[in-house]
């Protein structure tokens, strides 16, 4: 997909292919990553009407959204869909198990710190779901998280439009 397409789609759909794109990478698809599509997000938004403070939540929303479906995915499955989902390369295995480490010591504190460490961020749901960390701690603990990441990254890039494009 060309630039000049991609800006077609975000004049035609706005917030909702920011929520697309945003679930995705949430959903640990290859090709999205955060440190790239979140400012961008943030530099899209600055030149068009839509606001900052709704592609925070939109990408809140989505962020939950598609971290939710891998967590009740190894919640429900357990480690035979955990190892289809990263369980198998031994890289992300061990960054499962730090994450694993984190939520065991640390609890709730431990997610939310999870999610604010790259690539930790996108894998902790399938530790959190074989942990079986009960839906209404993990919700609101990984929201917390996503908040602070994603805002601070499209309000980065929100920012750096209005410094240096603009």
């Known amino acids: 997909m060309t630039v000049a397409r991609f800006m077609e789609l975000f004049q035609q759909y706005g917030l909702a292919l920011l929520f697309v794109i945003f679930f995705l990478e949430y959903m640990n698809l290859p090709g999205f990553p955060a440190g790239v599509i979140m400012p961008a997000a943030g530099v899209l938004v600055s030149q ?32 035979p869909i955990a190892h289809k989902l990263a ?52 919700v609101p603990w990984s929201a917390l998280g996503i908040l602070l990441w994603n805002s601070a990254l499209i309000s980065f890039g929100y920012a750096f439009s209005y410094l240096f494009i603009t």
């Open 87 to 138: 369980m198998k390369h031994e890289k992300l295995r061990r960054f499962a198990e730090r994450c694993q480490n984190y939520i065991e010591k640390y609890g709730n504190w431990g997610l939310v710190a999870c999610r604010l460490i790259p690539v930790l961020r996108t894998i902790v749901s399938i530790p959190a779901g074989l942990l079986r960390v009960p839906p209404q701690k993990f």
């Open 48 to 79: 068009s009407e839509l606001s900052l403070v709704a592609a925070i939540a939109i990408s809140l929303a989505a962020g939950v959204a598609g971290s939710f479906v891998i967590y009740i995915l190894c919640y429900a499955g357990g480690a």
